[in-house]
């Protein structure tokens, strides 16, 4: 009789042990990923996915909204889509923090993807046009 309950326990715990093992190597495979194309120069693609942990598609998913086209998306149904989601979702009505926090990562992935195209259009614009400051005088 023991020696059933001690076979049930290390099957058990070689199965718990098998399922965190494959579990850790998919994370370290998508990290080495990501590592890599930070590596080839694509650095905004590896920061922005390990700063909020979600991809831009993930992120539309979740809200259900589009993926930004050359930078451009409708924020204003973006926040609404936030704002509807994160309030059926609050945990005083008995809904799920968790599912709180990623629609919270979700909204801010897709604010900043838009920013930065923001940034690199300016930018871009900025060299086409040159550098032209704003001079004040004084009276």
Request: charged share 30%; with cysteine.
């Amino acid at each position: 009789m023991a020696h059933r309950i001690i076979t049930q326990v290390v099957v058990t715990g070689a199965r718990v042990f098998g399922r965190a093992f494959a579990e850790a190597y998919k994370q370290a495979s998508a990290t080495s990923k990501y590592a890599a194309q930070a590596q080839k120069g694509n650095t905004t693609s590896a920061s922005t996915f390990a700063s909020s942990g979600l991809t831009l598609d993930e992120a539309c998913r979740i809200l259900n909204v589009k993926p930004p086209q050359g930078g451009q998306t409708d924020l204003q149904q973006t926040t609404e889509r936030f704002k509807k989601l994160f309030d059926m979702n609050d945990p005083k009505k008995g809904g799920s923090f968790y599912l709180q926090s990623k629609i919270l990562r979700a909204r801010e992935r897709i604010e900043m993807e838009v920013r930065e195209a923001e940034r690199k259009a300016s930018a871009e614009k900025e060299l086409s046009e040159g550098w032209k400051p704003k001079v004040y005088k004084d009276r």
